[in-house]
């Protein structure tokens, strides 16, 4: 699981669903949810998580797209195996791992240093642990 420090700044409620925002080094993300806990409010600083597999990246995207999440992140490292290849993706101290098949990594010529966009649909991310 990656984990992504955030701060909370805004909550949308209606019945049961939750749209949470939040402020992570500037970008703006967001997180679906049907319970949320009482501790989290706009201003509570967040631990949050991310299943490699549930990260896509793109190179010199641009236009419109569902996902909410989207973060320019550099390559730090790849590891490409026969099926799957892991893509360490950071940007300042945090490290954001993506898991995408192999063929993808060839066929995007994905290289360490290289810049991309990390797209994380808002269903998948989710708080791990409320720090403040």
Known sequence: MSKLIATVINIDTVDNLNIVSFDFLDDTLSMMSLELNDNIKIGTKVELNVKPSSVAVATNFSGD????????????????????????????????????????????????????????KANELSIFKVLV
């Open 65 to 120: 797209i569902s996902y909410s999440n989207q973060i320019k992140m550099e390559i730090k490292d790849i590891d490409c195996g026969q099926l799957l290849s892991s893509l360490r993706l950071q940007k300042n101290e945090f490290i954001l791992e993506s898991l995408i098949t192999a063929k993808s990594t060839k066929r995007m010529n994905l290289k360490k240093g290289d810049i991309v966009t990390a797209f994380i």
